[in-house]
């Protein structure tokens, strides 16, 4: 096959994309470790769940239930469409290749080998393997009809996913797009919580819907390779083969777009003329710390979406609470609600010089200290903390009053979890900055020891939690003194991260650049 070397070197331009992540100049061994171990804990995931469904389709083939194989492979092409969405940052940008002295033909063929070499897609294609699998030991007689009807789907389940992320990739290089896309998603979020939440009061409700999506499970791609296997070949087929052709039709003309050099911008911007109006006067600021706090929460409001994180606590309050009924189990609400937000909102101060990626070097130029420098970012994180949990409260007294002694209980722990968070974000953020470009969708925000130290963070919190609970000791009175050592352990913290960050400014600036 004559574009075989093409998509041979393509697979090998996305290894080296993989170890060149790993062995950058700019990261240091913790970074190194830290991504392979999150990478190695993905594989393992991987592993684990291959061999969850090929077990599961085993057991069912054996005990003549093969309706599980079309859950099974509803799964995984359910996955294969998402999870590509959520990782598109680490997808291979193959805007450029219609520069090169190629056909239209073999531009297709590359651009669907892009999609084969994505790591989500080799991970659904080992659960598609996995399935088959679980099919040839559990009914060896159905294992070659299960063969066809499973690379079927995969090949109709590959175009489907290339025409939603091009179509995806049309949004979101805009900025209307982008702040469209995401207030979507969030749109989507709180309807799914008000919908499990408010049906945890009438089970009926739940199993209603999920008996109505079975049935219109079947007409899926995942659906139509269950009946070819277990049912018609000729209907399985067939209506696989319905699916490539609508998906196959649209992609073809996005394809020929793209090949013919379209580019997607946001066009001509309109050119407003603004009034000049004093700066920010933060009270216990300078004007230089007060400006850049007014800074930060600017860049914070004129991402798309930005102002979600100010407000994601009380809009969770609300609907988690429409799903508890009694008392008992109303009082869990608050403490749920502010670990959720310490763990989201904690997680963003692991970089504070994430949008600074050009202009760490202008503090450096600029007549202020470095340790002001993180005391403003520390301010916009302690800020939407605040504004989250005050929310929250707010919205749960509305629904019924919060107890006194739960109220400080969690107050103390919260400002323990937060200044804990502060305190290793300052230290992860000066040691392994990570460069971020608010305007792309990424997966990953965060250098790779970031990354482990968010995972340990949430782990000791969990710790610290289970003990309080599994040996009944006094919540308030511990809390109150990790808000008291985790206090001192900012100090030292923001401290020790203004030394090293005078001290490597230029290692900052190369790493951010």
Known sequence: MEATPQIRLLALARWQMFVNALSNRKSKWQDVVGKVVISLFGVVVALGFAFGLGAMIYEGFRAGRHSLLGIALGIVFWMWQGLPVVTAAASMDFQEIARYPISFRRFCLLELSVGLIDPVAATCILWLTACWIGVLFGRPSLAPRAGVMILALGCVTLLINRLILDHLQRVLNTRKGRARFF???MALSFAYQVFVFSGNRSG???????????????????????????GSLVRGLAGLAGYAVVAAWPLLRLYRRKYQGEVYSDGRSKVTVKSMSAGWAVPGLSTAGAAMFEKEVRYVFGVPMGFMSFIF???AALVTSLGFR?????DLVFPMIAGWVILAVGSRGY?????????FGRYLLAPVT????????????AAMMVSNFLGALIVLCFMRPV???????VLAGYTAAALSSLAMGNYFSVHFPFSVDPDRM??????????LGIMLFQFAIAGILGGIFYWKLPALPIFAGLSVVAAWFYWVSLNSSARWAESHSEEIVRMLT
């Not at 470095?370 to 994180?381: A, C, F, H």
């Not at 107890?403 to 209980?409: A, D, H, I, N, T």
């Not at 990424?442 to 990354?451: E, I, M, Q, V």
């Open 183 to 185: 207030g979507a998603l």
């Open 204 to 230: 009926e409700k739940i199993l209603r819907a999920f008996q109505s999506l079975s049935k219109v499970a079947a007409y899926f791609p995942s659906g139509f390779a269950s009946e070819g296997v277990s």
């Open 313 to 315: 606590g009380p809009i």
């Open 326 to 330: 009694s008392p008992t189990s109303s």
């Open 351 to 359: 970089n504070i010089f994430s949008l600074d990626s050009w202009g």
């Open 370 to 381: 470095l340790r002001e420098v993180i005391v403003s970012k520390n301010l916009l994180t």
């Open 403 to 409: 107890p006194g002694p739960l109220f400080l209980s």
């Open 442 to 451: 990424r997966a990953k925000n965060t250098s790779g020891a970031a990354g």
